[in-house]
């Protein structure tokens, strides 16, 4: 093959080359990503175990964090797939967090243990919080998001 032709070619080749990449930016920058933030209470499924934020508490001392789980047999770490995204950081659960909401009797089992049938009520403990938090649920390679209206 003559050295025009291997030129002629290599130049077709990136022009080929630059038309997709110029395809392919216009196909990401029109691509719109949308994170979805749900209202507490409502309810979500990550793989096997649904999860709800029923409520958050801020106090002077931490963010008291009314979870609800059912679905998976958990004997303990129940709390462990939790985050909170507040003040510009995220953070994870304090150690010692799970805590016993006293005002409902449906409440009083620890977030260390899930049962698989039924729904288990824990509050679950975050260092105290500035701005208006959004609580994050990780599990099974998926991520819902809680967040007061």
Do not use: H
Not at 4 to 29: D, F, H, N, P, Y
Not at 49 to 69: E, F, G, H, N, Y
């Amino acid at each position: 093959m003559s050295t025009r032709k291997l030129i002629l070619t290599a130049l077709v080749c990136g022009l080929a080359i630059l038309l997709a990449g110029g395809i392919k930016l216009v196909q990401v920058a029109n691509d719109e990503k949308r994170v979805e933030v749900l209202a507490l209470g409502a309810q979500a499924t990550l793989g096997d175990m649904t999860v709800s934020v029923l409520s958050i508490d801020r106090t002077p001392d931490a963010t008291l964090v009314t979870v609800s789980m059912v679905g998976v047999e958990l004997a303990e770490g129940a709390s462990s797939g939790w985050r909170m995204l507040a003040d510009g950081r995220v953070s994870e659960p304090l150690v010692g967090s799970s805590a016993t909401e006293k005002q409902s009797p449906a409440t009083q089992r620890d977030c260390k243990a899930v049962a698989v049938d039924t729904e288990t009520r824990c509050v679950v403990r975050f260092a105290a919080a500035e701005s208006a938090p959004t609580i994050a649920y990780l599990r099974a390679g998926e991520q819902r998001q809680w967040a007061a209206d």
